[in-house]
C-alpha cells in the first residue's frame, strides 16, 4: 500500500516537473485569482448588458436578465471569486458606460474597429453573423434586392451600420430588435437585419409570416462576440480570458451551449 502511494507520489512529481514551465490547467487557474485587477479589488464585476437579445440575454419569468451571456458572466465571476452584478441599459449605451456605470458589458457584442477605439475585447467566445428577416411573401433574397428598401434593426449595432451602407435604404432603427420585427410582420418595414441567433429566436415566433435568410447569403461576414473590457486593463483581460479557456477546457462553456442555443 505505502509503496503504491509512493510511486503514485513519484509520478505525480515527474508530471509536475515536467510541465512546469508550461502552462497545464491548474497553473492557469491560479494566474486567473493572483492576478490583481484595479477592477475586481472591490469584490464586484458590474456588468452591462441589454436583456433584448435571445436567447444571449432577455428578462427571464422572475424579471431578472437571464441567457446564455448572463450565464457566462456568472460563471466567469465565480472564476474570479467576484459577485456580478448585472445592469440593464440601452445597447446604445453600453460601450460609453464602461469605466463609469459599469465594469464590462456582455451583450452578443460583435468586435468592431470602432468600439475598439474605446474599449478593449476579451477573447472572443461565440460567431455569428447578421440575417435578414423578410415577409413570408417577399422576394428579397440577394443584396441588390435590398437596395432602395426599408430595413429595421437595433440601433448601434452591426445590422444597424450594414445598412447604413445599403445604397438608397431607409435605415429605420429601434431601441429594440423585437419592435423591428413587429413592424416587419405588420408590413412597415420590407426586412430586418439581426444576428444569426436571435434571428432564428425572432421567426420561430412567426412561422407563418417570417422567413429568416442567412446573411452570408448577402455577403456579409462572421463577426465575433466578446465581452467589452476598459481600455488598458490588462490584468482584467487576462482574467477573464483565462476564465474562459478554463471553462472551455473544463466543458462549462458546452454546457451553456447546451442549456441555451437551440
Ligand atoms: N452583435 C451586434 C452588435 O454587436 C448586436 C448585438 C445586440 N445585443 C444586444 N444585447 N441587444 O452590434
Known amino acids: ?20 514551465c508550461g502552462s497545464t490547467q491548474s497553473d492557469s487557474n491560479a494566474a486567473a485569482s493572483d492576478v490583481a485587477s484595479e477592477t475586481l479589488s472591490d469584490g464586484v464585476l458590474t456588468v452591462g448588458t441589454n436583456a433584448e437579445f435571445p436567447p444571449f440575454e432577455y428578462v427571464g419569468d422572475n424579471g431578472q436578465p437571464d441567457g446564455f451571456d448572463i450565464a457566462l458572466i456568472k460563471a466567469i465571476g465565480e472564476e474570479l471569486g467576484v459577485e456580478v452584478v448585472i445592469e440593464n441599459m440601452e445597447f446604445d449605451s453600453l460601450v460609453s458606460s464602461i ?7 456582455i451583450a452578443g457584442m460583435t468586435v468592431t474597429e470602432e468600439r475598439q477605439q474605446s474599449v478593449d475585447f476579451s477573447e472572443p467566445y461565440y460567431n455569428a453573423v447578421q440575417h435578414v428577416l423578410i415577409p413570408a411573401d417577399s422576394t428579397i433574397a440577394t443584396y441588390d434586392d435590398l437596395l432602395g428598401k426599408t430595413i429595421g434593426c437595433q440601433l448601434g449595432t452591426t445590422g444597424d451600420f450594414i445598412i447604413e451602407e445599403i445604397e438608397g435604404a431607409t435605415d429605420q432603427q429601434y431601441n429594440k430588435a423585437v419592435d423591428a420585427v413587429n413592424d416587419l410582420v405588420n408590413g412597415r418595414l420590407d426586412a430586418v437585419i439581426v444576428d444569426s441567433n436571435p434571428a432564428g429566436v425572432f421567426a420561430a415566433n412567426f412561422p407563418d409570416q417570417i422567413k429568416d435568410l442567412n ?8 463577426e465575433e462576440y466578446a465581452i467589452a473590457l476598459p481600455k488598458g486593463d490588462t490584468a482584467l483581460k487576462e482574467a477573464i480570458d483565462v476564465a474562459i479557456t478554463n471553462m472551455k477546457e473544463d466543458g462549462t462553456f458546452d454546457k451553456l451551449v447546451d442549456e441555451y442555443m437551440e
Open 1 to 20: 500500500m505505502k509503496k503504491i502511494i509512493s510511486l503514485i507520489l513519484a509520478g505525480a512529481m515527474t508530471a509536475a516537473l515536467v510541465t512546469g
Open 99 to 105: 469605466g463609469s456605470k459599469t465594469d464590462v458589458a
Open 215 to 222: 446573411g452570408e447569403d448577402f455577403g456579409f461576414g462572421i
